[in-house]
């Protein structure tokens, strides 16, 4: 079946250092890739989406390409914020289960001062 | 984008109470369905709530724990019933399909359950 896996937690950055969280998938067809985040005591908001191979999706300064070649979606960031600590999530789609989600296991990113 | 609600925020229940929430989006939607994060944990769905007819469950999950109704095209609830402290969890709805686009789905801000 379908599965997401992505670079364990906590990363601890400081400010203005480069982001990059690992996540790759397994999956039936073509699935969408997503990168949802969630700060703390809110929900899921989707930060960016690619639908097909080599889609670059990019959204408040974060950036993901589609990989099929290597079955992977990386999020980077080139500086971050304290604002951007949260937990980040990879998903995906696949053709064949439209509209279910499938999630790694969540990625907590701490950006100090 | 959809403005999607849900209620409660959060509530403290005691074991094997039921509780109903709600989720109500601001948009007729295709899709929506309902996940549950426990504590530290990713997201796992539960079910895709069928507009007309009877949710879709995953494996693990029964409608006779979880029944979950759909009334129309902009609203739906799930009922955790009998609870146990097991079931303490953020429940959330999601939405796609419709006006929003083919493939992604936006969340409801959760609602936080305890069972004491």
């Known amino acids: 079946g379908d599965s997401v896996t992505q670079m364990e937690g906590p990363v601890t950055l400081s400010e203005e250092a480069f982001l990059t969280i690992n996540c790759t998938y397994t999956a039936t067809g073509y699935p969408s890739l997503f990168w949802y985040v969630q700060y703390p005591g809110e929900g899921l908001q989707l930060l960016l989406k690619?639908?097909?191979?080599?889609d670059k999706g990019s959204n408040k300064g974060f950036e993901a390409t589609y990989r099929k070649e290597t079955t992977s979606f990386h999020l980077e960031k080139g500086s971050v914020q304290v604002s951007d600590s949260a937990v980040y999530f990879c998903a995906l789609s696949s053709t064949d289960s439209w509209g279910k989600l499938q999630f790694g296991a969540g990625t907590q990113v701490v950006v100090t001062p | 984008s959809a403005v999607i609600s849900q209620k409660p925020s959060r509530d403290i229940c005691q074991r094997g109470t039921s509780l109903t929430i709600q989720c109500q989006v601001d948009s007729q939607v295709t899709m929506m369905f309902w996940y549950r994060q426990q504590p530290g944990q990713s997201l796992t769905l539960i079910a895709t709530a069928n507009q007309g007819s009877e949710a879709t469950y995953e494996s693990g999950f029964v409608i006779d724990k979880f029944p979950i109704s759909r009334p129309n095209l902009t609203f739906s609830t799930l009922t955790v019933s009998n609870m146990s402290p097991e079931d303490s969890s953020i429940y959330l709805c999601s939405v796609g399909g419709g006006g929003l686009g083919t493939y992604e789905q936006y969340f409801g801000p959760g609602t936080r359950l305890t069972v004491t």
């Open positions: 690619a639908t097909k191979a080599d």
